[in-house]
């Protein structure tokens, strides 16, 4: 054995506890002194027995345990610690000629292995690597908590992973993630496009104990149908004509994290059934290999498709669209949410003034009433994308009302006109003049005053529209 000539600073890191469990007395001794000295806690045993004994007795961070001993193996104590509930930091130590064992002693669930002989230098290594995991996961879960922690936004508005939203139901929806994140199960996300379900995707992997590992998205609409399978499951050297590499697929370089499939709905038939066996078994296999490659991978996917039907016309497999909805995540439209407009409306305006360096701090009263009115069917996108144009196009501190697009003023006063018969009126030729004020006022609101632009959103002449505002005694607006 080498020295005992620590060439690290001693550290109080995540890993204070300390159990070796090894049927070699010296090797016990030595490592024990080491560690104890880098300033561990460091207690030993010499056999699996032993070692569930004193872990019975105090809890341990770390466990440095050899492969092979007399009666149950360091195996043998690694599956039962398993059992027995979340597995501490396990470092196995095997001898040459054993280290097939300890690869598979890390399938199973150890961090890392040395193997003997070696330099207790290495030993303290692993040890430093472990606490900076450990360090990373408990930072992660403390990011975690904060996320989910952030309910008080712009407006009084809940903010959750980059969405926002006040209304029962996105804080319903903001309650599902919080309860899903946490497991490894498939998550579905339905709803119209533009609603969010990528933001929806991100939050359940930051939330998740995957939140350091890879995020990999992916729209299997966008990808010709040739190239998807390459890019899901990745391909060897010569598996076709243009294959002059090696090439790791989209779950290979989720390995470990999440792989979230937009476009679900678009994946072709002749993939489902390779896709499918790929999360029930957790295995792929690359374009052109002999044998399989394990992957441990979250999938979220997410559709504007309804997939009962798609299944019903025989577009997507029956059994896959059940694989894929244990947990569904239904994301309701902005229409459906009207109250959610005026805070998301604040936070894209504070973000493109920031990000375009502008000046406009507000709306304006009238222009937010429009938006209130407007049905949205491109959802918060289409707001983000009529708030950032806006912006670009009005001259003051404020949006008013008549840089907004026409058919966002002529939608929303048509969406506002009032039935006459609510008002009790039976007559048509006074429900027709009642019809033509409510019109009128509308657009005169929409257009913020202005009758030039009022008068083509109702497709009259302007002098038809001074005549009529006179006729109603609407001169005010």
């Not at 150890?110 to 472990?130: H, S």
């Not at 497999?317 to 009207?338: A, F, K, W």
């Not at 912006?391 to 039935?419: F, H, N, T, W």
């Amino acid at each position: 054995m080498a020295e005992l000539q620590p060439t690290f600073t001693a550290q109080r890191g995540a890993l204070r506890r300390i159990l070796v469990v090894d049927d070699e007395e010296s090797l016990r001794h030595m490592l024990q002194l080491f560690l104890s000295r880098e300033g561990f806690d460091v207690v030993s045993a010499a056999n699996a027995g032993a070692a569930l004994a004193e872990l019975d007795a105090r809890p341990y961070d770390c466990v440095i345990c050899d492969v092979r001993m007399p009666g149950p193996s360091g195996l043998d104590l690694l599956d039962e610690l398993r059992r027995r509930g979340p597995l501490p930091t396990v470092v196995m130590m095997s001898a040459y000629g054993s280290n097939d064992l300890a690869l598979q002693a890390m399938k199973r669930g150890a961090y890392d292995y040395v193997g003997k002989p070696f330099k207790p230098d290495e030993v303290l290594l692993v040890l430093r690597k472990a606490e900076e995991r450990e360090r990373l996961r408990r930072e992660n879960q403390s990011l975690r908590r904060a996320l989910s922690d952030r309910v008080a936004g712009p407006s009084g508005a809940g903010t959750f992973g980059g969405m926002i939203g006040k209304s029962p139901a996105m804080q319903t929806v903001f309650r599902t993630i919080q309860k899903v994140a946490e497991y490894k199960t498939n998550v579905l996300i339905t709803g119209e496009s533009g609603t969010g379900k990528e933001l929806v995707a991100r939050a359940v992997h930051d939330l998740s104990p995957r939140a350091s590992a890879p995020f990999v998205a992916v729209n299997c609409g966008a990808i010709p149908e040739p190239l998807l399978e390459s890019e899901l499951f990745g391909h060897r050297k010569g598996a076709f004509t243009d294959a002059s590499r090696d090439k790791r697929g989209l779950f290979e370089e989720a390995n470990g994290g999440t792989l979230f499939l937009d476009e679900i709905g678009e994946l072709p038939l002749s993939l489902q059934v390779k896709f499918l066996r790929a999360i029930q078994e957790e295995e792929i296999r690359r374009l052109g290999d002999t044998k399989e490659t394990s992957v441990d991978v979250r999938v979220v996917a997410a559709t504007v498709r309804t997939l009962p039907d798609e299944v019903k016309a025989g577009r997507f497999r029956e059994d896959l669209y059940y694989r894929l909805n244990v947990l569904p995540i239904q994301l309701p439209p902005l229409r459906d949410r009207p109250e959610d407009v005026p805070p998301l409306v604040e936070h894209f305006v504070t973000h493109y003034a920031r990000k375009h360096g502008m000046k406009v701090e507000a709306i304006a009263p009238e222009a937010m009433q429009l938006l209130l009115d407007y049905p949205w069917p491109g959802n918060v996108r289409e707001l983000e994308n009529t708030i950032e144009r806006a912006m670009v196009l009005c001259d003051g501190p404020r949006i008013e009302a008549a840089v907004l697009e026409d058919r966002i003023r002529y939608a929303a006063a048509q969406a506002k006109v009032s039935p006459p018969l609510v008002r009790g009126e039976m007559s048509i030729k006074k429900a027709s003049r009642l019809i033509e004020e409510d019109l009128i006022r509308k657009a005169l609101t929409a257009t913020g005053g202005n009758r030039t632009n009022a008068a083509k959103i109702l497709e009259i002449s302007h002098r038809a529209l001074l005549y009529k505002i006179k006729e109603y005694g609407i001169e005010g607006l």
